[in-house]
DNA sequence: TAGCCTATCT
DNA sequence: GAGATAGGCT
């Protein structure tokens, strides 16, 4: 100790012989420690405590006696060692604290070797090599990796693809497989989806169809689920929202979607809650006209849903404030299918668009994926889109402005007509789903004059998920043109008091009538508007509901009371984050049937 | 055990 | 936040 404090001699390491008995040696210890000075500390006692005790009072190592004096020739290399990890350390990495774990768990093992063998020098570095390995590993195991994760042991797994896991090696070799989606990935494995159509879109099957070299099944298993949640963008997709972001702070895509996904919470699987699926005799009852066939957690109007369960969770709408601009003429494009095409796609890349017409007949699969694509800064006036779909066709999946990067648009009049006779499925998804809008109005949209007769219509949700959008009016019902026989009726919505949704301020309201024309409103409430919400869903016979739908800042629960055709009634209570009240619904239908939906969040 | 799925982690 | 991974579940 004199020695160390006189600080005359550089000292590099220090070999203690102590009793443990005599416990001064911890001062010792605890100046070396402070001078930067490794210690090794020789005993004659050896187990766990006294071991954790020296090392925790600042031994570098650890030995008992007797003391094999040729590890004095290799302690040189635990010096240098240590002062470049402490270069390292100094660097921000702030992995100071594992190497020193490290490091003590190897100069144990090296202790041990040297007693059993005369090894060289070159030999004794390969066994440090491989311990200090195999000490990551242990660091990693029962450190922080394993903590973190929280879950039970499961223990190591080893599949087909030799994707072993619980191995720290292992992770760095597989960073080598991270699998960036670029656009013709994706592209290439959009394809195989489609391929593969209904009731297959699973990623073992996907994975063969892609047939990509390298391409793992949980690489596919995760990009399908994020391409099922709408979680997915593509590279340049990102690209537009980092610059849109920057350019002008807006609710982004995290914040958005967390809201809009996450606070509806888990949808209940379609079969749970719909007891009489005679609604719809003809309609899809797993539903999955887009490729994704699951049910989905986090997007409530995801395609693939029942429509009865659309109908239940009618209209969610998350209005925002916007920005306008209003401008434009556009094309004029139509396009016409028939006979045994399946065609899938953008129909229309553009910056703007007035008039779209389509026509598609006979054992047509037609699948629109988006009709409005990638304008950067557009608007619509008087925008059309007239549908006939005949003669067997299947119309499906179609999205007006879906999956779309818009900088801002506005659309003023936005009308959808379609025609179907004898049509096996005209399936209507949303208007505008899963749209990055910077902003977008939409004054007056309306799906009109959706004329059917002996086909199925099913009617979903005109707007879901929308990011930044006004709607100022939105009419939509069907009319059955031949038989007069109204069917699933779609939503009639109206926003009257648009400026207290833009401001976010006031309570909004929804009129919507269905065949019948009977009304009702419907008042989503979202969690930047400090209204109130109130609506009431009336059915077929002219029956009357409310349906209060609540969010985050809402203090009292919802409630609901929603009778149908045979006056029955029901409570709906749907709450959100705060869980402030049980949710039930009794949701009976045509033929009054009921059952009771509970639908609960986080 | 394989594989799907969701939640969680890196 | 994209992609990987854990673990429940069938």
Redesign the pocket.
Known sequence: MSMLSKGKQKIDVMILNVHLSNSSFVDLLAQAEALNIISLVVCDESNEVVAKKTLNDGAYFYLKKPFDKKIVSYLWQFVLGEKVRKEKAREGSGKHKDHMKVKMISTNNIVGENKESEEKNVSYSKAQNNNIHEARKDVALSG??TL???????GM?Q??EG?R??NVID?VV?RK?????TEDLHATFMQAVRQLGEGRC????ILQVMSLPGLT???V??????C?RN???SPKE?KYIRHLSIQRPIV???ETRSSSFQKFG?MPYPQANVPNQQRNPNQIQRGPEFPFP?????NIFTQGESSIQRQLYRPQFQVQHHNLSIDNSFLSPQTNVSGGIQQHGPLFEMLGLQRLQDSITGNTNFRPDMLLNNGANHSEKNYNFNLNVAQGATYSGSRIVSGTYIGNAIINNYNLNVTADNVTTYSSSAMMSDTYVGNVTINDLRGTNVNASSQQYVGEPIMYGPRNIDVASYDNYVEGSNSNEKENCDAHLNFNNMDNLFQNLGPSSANLPNEQGIEFDQVYFDDQILGLLSANLPNELGSEFDQVYSDNQNLEPPSANLPNEQDNEFDQVYSDDQNLGPSSANLPNEQGNEFDQVYSDD
Do not use: C, F, I
Request: net charge positive; aromatic share 10%.
């Open positions: 922080k990796y973190q994760r929280k879950r039970g042991t499961k797994k599949n087909s994707e896991q619980n992770k597989r497989d991270y699998r960036e989606w699973y990623p073992k099957e099944r949980m690489q298993a995760s990009h399908l689920q994020k099922r979680n997915w963008r990102r982004t895509s995290h888990v699951t049910h989905n957690t986090n």
